[in-house]
């Protein structure tokens, strides 16, 4: 029975680091570009303009997939309560590696919205229809 609380513990760590790790590149994204945190990506490390984007929306990606995954990881636990450790173990580890990769899929939307938002200079691309 132990078993179950702690796999149920593991498997909530990826969503609560989304939640939290989402909400700070989000609210508080490092004044300069750093590689030792933030979303970091040769686009996104262009220029300023681009850093502060990507960070921003990347953690609210993180952030949103976090509380969603959160009660969906805890729900698909409480069905196997009483099954064995093997089961238990299959069961979370098929559950971490879609936590993982729902967190790594968020890279996708994220490059796409900096390639809509800027150029490959790292520039704001004009809006359509507006004239300077």
């Not at 700070?24 to 990506?41: A, D, E, Q």
């Not at 990347?58 to 509380?67: E, I, R, T, V």
């Not at 409480?78 to 064995?84: A, E, G, M, T, V």
Request: hydrophobic share 45%.
């Amino acid at each position: 029975m132990w078993f179950w609380y702690f796999m149920l513990v593991c498997d909530l760590l990826v969503p609560l680091a989304m939640i939290i790790g989402g909400w700070v590149i989000w609210k508080h994204c490092s004044k300069k570009i750093s590689s030792l945190g933030g979303y970091h990506t040769p686009r996104s490390i262009k220029n300023m303009d681009t850093w502060k984007f990507a960070n921003e929306y990347c953690g609210q990606l993180w952030w949103k997939a976090g509380w969603i995954m959160l009660p969906v990881s805890f729900a698909l636990h409480l069905p196997f309560y009483k099954s064995s450790e093997n089961v238990t173990g299959v069961v979370s580890l098929i559950l971490c590696i879609v936590q993982c990769t729902v967190m790594l899929l968020t890279i996708l939307p994220t490059e796409l919205a900096l390639k809509r938002t800027f150029n490959d200079e790292g520039l704001p691309r004009e809006k359509a229809g507006v004239c300077k």
